[in-house]
């Protein structure tokens, strides 16, 4: 079980490296989006200035995929792809305990998100 953990945790770890979000932010958005207060060990005007910022860089990111899909640079099918990707990573991380996540090859899944990122981009 440990491998199985460390190989979600490692996934989980890289695609975190790779997007515009902190560790800590995306804490505080799954505690949020849970229904969960601030952490005991964050001042209150630190959260909601991350809980701002947090929602700021979401809607952010929404209009910059309207932006790039209106102006072609990014494939309208884009939306669809990344929607099934985020399923299946969904997957993974919700498997620690069946045979998925101890078959999985956390190396052979970062390539194949980042062959799937790049072809979605017309860059």
């Known amino acids: 079980m440990t491998d199985e953990k460390s190989n979600s945790n490692n996934l989980y770890a890289y695609i975190v490296a790779n997007s515009l979000f902190t560790p800590r932010q995306l804490a505080i958005i799954s505690n949020k989006l849970q229904g969960g207060g601030r952490a005991q060990n964050i001042s209150s005007g630190a959260y909601y200035r991350q809980v701002k910022q947090c929602r ?6 929404l209009y910059s995929m309207i932006l790039l ?6 494939q309208l099918e884009t939306s669809s792809a ?6 299946q990573v ?3 991380f919700a498997s620690e ?3 998925v996540a ?3 090859s956390v190396n052979d899944v970062m390539s194949v998100i980042d062959q799937l990122v790049k072809r979605m981009s017309k860059l």
């Open 69 to 74: 899909q209106s102006t072609g640079i990014v």
């Open 56 to 61: 700021d860089k979401v809607n952010a990111i």
């Open 102 to 104: 101890s078959r999985l």
């Open 97 to 99: 305990s069946s045979d």
């Open 90 to 92: 969904g997957v993974i």
């Open 82 to 87: 990344l929607g099934r990707l985020a399923e």
